[in-house]
């Protein structure tokens, strides 16, 4: 009686789990197996996919320097958007913790306000701003005789940037917020009664505890912008392809979906690899001041 | 001459006033008591003298020059915060040292100076420790060390042993004073704990509601409180209502069938405080029925109910026969031995 029940409690969690892991399962985990198998599948112009298992996809990835230069381009414009976040992120979360009840319940909306708008509609705004030589921007620093021709924003890297970090922004935000609330309230008077001046106490006491903040921000923002689509498909369109958009090229146009699939598979496994590596790294820097 | 000086200081948050009308002059090396209730101000008037914050009015002088006009950063206080403010991020050792960073002090001098300091609040040894690594009371010591270790004119300490329990509570007042014996820094202890501030101080500051209620050394506040809030504040006591009789020569103040030569300088209704311990059984004296006797060891707890109200009572255990639960009893007590205060709205 007792041990049938003992091993219904036992079976209780799995039970109550199933349907969460089925769907984990069904909706991810064999798509995934499936794209990885399909990079391993042979494609021709007239014969279409072939169930084979060849290497010739990744071949041509590791050999044709094109694909090289969109895997640079990706982890530059990542890291770019990653350290431009944190540069203004860090220090924005850091006044906003400064100011006092209403101001900072405002905005903080405001920060986190563009989380609620999609990012396709964001995206767009930037291109209305400074898109070619109709961008409300360019248009205004023309007539004024600031500029002579328009500041090129659309196709460029620099471009793609600033809009993955204006989205990106409130993660960066957000993760220095939580690292912010840990923070003793009283530790910035108790350097100021040891005779510190506003930038020690920025640079010696802040900055050190709120660096893991930083750091998982940094994490989540490099992985977010090395594979978003959204804002490099609108502004780098297909002249200026990441790896995200050339899977989604190879996908949809070319109809070479081995390819596209190496190439997602490939984006995949280095973000992990990239991610776990740098994770592990900054749980080792800070393990025996933050346990 | 006073050391440090607060004069009428007040502070208003919005409309509310939660200091007001404080003065108190400290002499160097003293060490004095902020005592009260949770609220009254006690943290607000420690944070004036440090710094961050800046009285309504008033002023804060030290050593005859005004305080409030030199930057937190340069009035050279020591500070003990109730949750210690510790840099996580150094070691014991780096914590303590910050203070001397700041002052430019060479490193071989720094680092002796660290090592006696950790030394004398019994933390040598642990100069590499993370204060997450320490347990409470070591991240106290810690603190304090950081605290001292910059040789403050005054040191504050903001309910530094609230967060300790009971046993490590005590070891650390003990170790306190004898610290703050020996370096004779003057000090100002925020508490709410009477125990704490009457073992530790030479004079105690009872607050209530932003408000001086009595400064006096532990032994006045408590045996002549300056109000009924202090001698309920302070430890338990009985508040009998009485009057003063003029109709007889001479006048007599009188509390139920107790009565004794009035003081001078009182006349109509009054309140009588007496000390649970200060009252005995005799055969004249308030008319009380025993409701319970309580045995603590050392001593006896009775719950009387007296013609004036509920007593308490405390008889040492000194092996004589104490009276049983419901036998009648009377209570009496030395007039030395009781506070009067004029009753208002009787
Ligand atoms: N920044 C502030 N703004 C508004 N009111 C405040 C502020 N700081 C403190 N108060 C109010 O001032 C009063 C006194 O606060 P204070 O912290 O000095 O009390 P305390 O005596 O230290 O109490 P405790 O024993 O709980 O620490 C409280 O009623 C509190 O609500
Ligand atoms: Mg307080």
């Given at each position: 009686?007792?041990?049938?029940?003992?091993?219904?409690?036992?079976?209780?969690?799995?039970?109550?789990?199933?349907?969460a892991l089925m769907l984990f399962v069904g909706v991810l985990l064999i798509p995934l197996a499936m794209?990885?198998?399909?990079?391993?599948?042979?494609?021709?112009?007239?014969?279409?996919?072939?169930?084979?298992?060849?290497?010739?996809?990744?071949?041509?990835?590791?050999?044709?320097?094109?694909?090289?230069?969109?895997f640079w381009r990706t982890f530059r414009i990542a890291i770019l958007t990653t350290l431009l976040t944190?540069?203004?992120?860090?220090?924005?979360?850091?006044?906003?913790?400064?100011?006092?009840?209403?101001?900072?319940?405002?905005?903080?909306?405001?920060?986190?306000?563009?989380?609620?708008?999609?990012?396709?509609?964001?995206?767009?705004?930037?291109?209305?701003?400074?898109?070619?030589?109709?961008?409300?921007?360019?248009?205004?620093?023309?007539?004024?005789?600031?500029?002579?021709?328009?500041?090129?924003?659309?196709?460029?890297?620099?471009?793609?940037?600033?809009?993955?970090?204006?989205?990106?922004?409130?993660?960066?935000?957000?993760?220095?917020?939580?690292?912010?609330?840990?923070?003793?309230?009283?530790?910035?008077?108790?350097?100021?009664?040891?005779?510190?001046?506003?930038?020690?106490?920025?640079?010696?006491?802040?900055?050190?505890?709120?660096?893991?903040?930083?750091?998982?921000?940094?994490?989540?923002?490099?992985?977010?912008?090395?594979?978003?689509?959204?804002?490099?498909?609108?502004?780098?369109?297909?002249?200026?392809?990441?790896?995200?958009?050339?899977?989604?090229?190879?996908?949809?146009?070319?109809?070479?979906?081995?390819?596209?699939?190496?190439?997602?598979?490939?984006?995949?496994?280095?973000?992990?690899?990239?991610?776990?590596?740098?994770?592990?790294?900054?749980?080792?820097?800070?393990?025996?001041?933050?346990? | 001459?006073?050391?440090?000086?607060?004069?009428?200081?007040?502070?208003?948050?919005?409309?509310?006033?939660?200091?007001?009308?404080?003065?108190?002059?400290?002499?160097?090396?003293?060490?004095?008591?902020?005592?009260?209730?949770?609220?009254?101000?006690?943290?607000?008037?420690?944070?004036?003298?440090?710094?961050?914050?800046?009285?309504?009015?008033?002023?804060?002088?030290?050593?005859?020059?005004?305080?409030?006009?030199?930057?937190?950063?340069?009035?050279?206080?020591?500070?003990?915060?109730?949750?210690?403010?510790?840099?996580?991020?150094?070691?014991?050792?780096?914590?303590?040292?910050?203070?001397?960073?700041?002052?430019?002090?060479?490193?071989?001098?720094?680092?002796?100076?660290?090592?006696?300091?950790?030394?004398?609040?019994?933390?040598?040894?642990?100069?590499?420790?993370?204060?997450?690594?320490?347990?409470?009371?070591?991240?106290?010591?810690?603190?304090?060390?950081?605290?001292?270790?910059?040789?403050?004119?005054?040191?504050?300490?903001?309910?530094?042993?609230?967060?300790?329990?009971?046993?490590?509570?005590?070891?650390?007042?003990?170790?306190?004073?004898?610290?703050?014996?020996?370096?004779?820094?003057?000090?100002?202890?925020?508490?709410?704990?009477?125990?704490?501030?009457?073992?530790?101080?030479?004079?105690?500051?009872?607050?209530?509601?932003?408000?001086?209620?009595?400064?006096?050394?532990?032994?006045?506040?408590?045996?002549?409180?300056?109000?009924?809030?202090?001698?309920?504040?302070?430890?338990?006591?009985?508040?009998?209502?009485?009057?003063?009789?003029?109709?007889?020569?001479?006048?007599?103040?009188?509390?139920?069938?107790?009565?004794?030569?009035?003081?001078?300088?009182?006349?109509?209704?009054?309140?009588?405080?007496?000390?649970?311990?200060?009252?005995?059984?005799?055969?004249?004296?308030?008319?009380?029925?025993?409701?319970?006797?309580?045995?603590?060891?050392?001593?006896?707890?009775?719950?009387?109910?007296?013609?004036?109200?509920?007593?308490?009572?405390?008889?040492?255990?000194?092996?004589?026969?104490?009276?049983?639960?419901?036998?009648?009893?009377?209570?009496?007590?030395?007039?030395?031995?009781?506070?009067?205060?004029?009753?208002?709205?009787?």
């Amino acid at each position: 009686m007792s041990a049938a029940a003992e091993e219904r409690s036992a079976r209780a969690p799995w039970a109550l789990t199933a349907p969460a892991l089925m769907l984990f399962v069904g909706v991810l985990l064999i798509p995934l197996a499936m794209t990885v198998m399909l990079s391993f599948h042979d494609w021709g112009q007239y014969k279409g996919i072939e169930p084979v298992f060849i290497l010739k996809n990744w071949h041509e990835i590791a050999t044709d320097p094109y694909y090289a230069e969109m895997f640079w381009r990706t982890f530059r414009i990542a890291i770019l958007t990653t350290l431009l976040t944190a540069l203004l992120g860090a220090p924005e979360a850091y006044i906003l913790n400064r100011m006092s009840g209403r101001w900072k319940s405002f905005f903080l909306l405001v920060i986190l306000g563009p989380l609620l708008i999609s990012v396709v509609a964001r995206t767009l705004g930037w291109a209305l701003l400074f898109g070619g030589n109709n961008g409300l921007v360019n248009k205004l620093l023309i007539s004024l005789g600031a500029i002579r021709s328009p500041i090129p924003f659309m196709f460029t890297e620099t471009g793609m940037v600033i809009a993955l970090a204006h989205v990106m922004m409130p993660f960066m935000v957000l993760s220095v917020w939580a690292a912010l609330q840990r923070l003793d309230p009283q530790i910035e008077n108790a350097a100021m009664s040891l005779g510190a001046g506003p930038v020690t106490i920025i640079r010696r006491i802040i900055m050190p505890q709120i660096m893991p903040g930083v750091l998982s921000g940094a994490i989540i923002v490099f992985s977010l912008s090395a594979s978003a689509f959204a804002t490099p498909a609108i502004i780098g369109g297909r002249r200026l392809k990441v790896a995200a958009t050339l899977a989604y090229d190879e996908f949809l146009n070319t109809l070479n979906w081995p390819l596209g699939a190496a190439v997602a598979t490939l984006l995949l496994v280095a973000l992990v690899l990239i991610v776990v590596g740098s994770n592990a790294l900054i749980e080792r820097r800070y393990a025996e001041v933050f346990r | 001459m006073a050391y440090l000086e607060l004069d009428r200081v007040a502070k208003q948050f919005g409309a509310q006033t939660v200091v007001d009308d404080f003065s108190l002059s400290v002499g160097k090396g003293e060490f004095i008591s902020f005592l009260g209730p949770s609220g009254c101000g006690k943290t607000t008037t420690l944070q004036m003298i440090a710094g961050f914050l800046d009285p309504t009015r008033g002023a804060i002088r030290l050593e005859g020059k005004d305080l409030t006009a030199i930057h937190p950063a340069k009035r050279g206080l020591g500070i003990v915060f109730q949750s210690y403010a510790l840099f996580p991020h150094m070691t014991a050792a780096e914590n303590v040292a910050f203070g001397l960073e700041m002052r430019n002090v060479p490193r071989a001098e720094r680092a002796e100076r660290v090592r006696a300091a950790l030394a004398m609040v019994g933390l040598a040894g642990y100069e590499d420790r993370h204060p997450r690594r320490m347990s409470g009371g070591q991240q106290q010591r810690v603190a304090l060390a950081r605290a001292l270790v910059i040789k403050p004119s005054v040191l504050l300490l903001d309910e530094p042993l609230s967060n300790l329990d009971a046993k490590l509570r005590e070891e650390m007042q003990i170790e306190l004073r004898q610290i703050q014996r020996t370096i004779g820094t003057t000090t100002i202890l925020v508490t709410h704990d009477q125990n704490e501030a009457m073992s530790l101080s030479d004079r105690i500051v009872v607050m209530s509601q932003g408000k001086i209620e009595q400064i006096g050394t532990p032994q006045e506040t408590y045996e002549k409180p300056a109000s009924a809030f202090v001698s309920q504040f302070l430890g338990k006591t009985n508040d009998f209502a009485g009057t003063i009789d003029r109709t007889v020569s001479p006048t007599q103040l009188v509390a139920g069938s107790w009565r004794a030569p009035a003081p001078a300088g009182l006349g109509g209704p009054v309140t009588v405080s007496v000390r649970p311990e200060r009252i005995g059984f005799g055969d004249t004296g308030l008319s009380a029925k025993i409701i319970t006797r309580i045995f603590q060891g050392n001593h006896w707890l009775f719950q009387c109910d007296s013609e004036c109200g509920p007593a308490i009572v405390i008889r040492q255990n000194d092996g004589i026969a104490q009276p049983a639960e419901g036998d009648a009893v009377r209570l009496t007590w030395r007039p030395e031995d009781m506070s009067v205060r004029a009753r208002t709205g009787a």
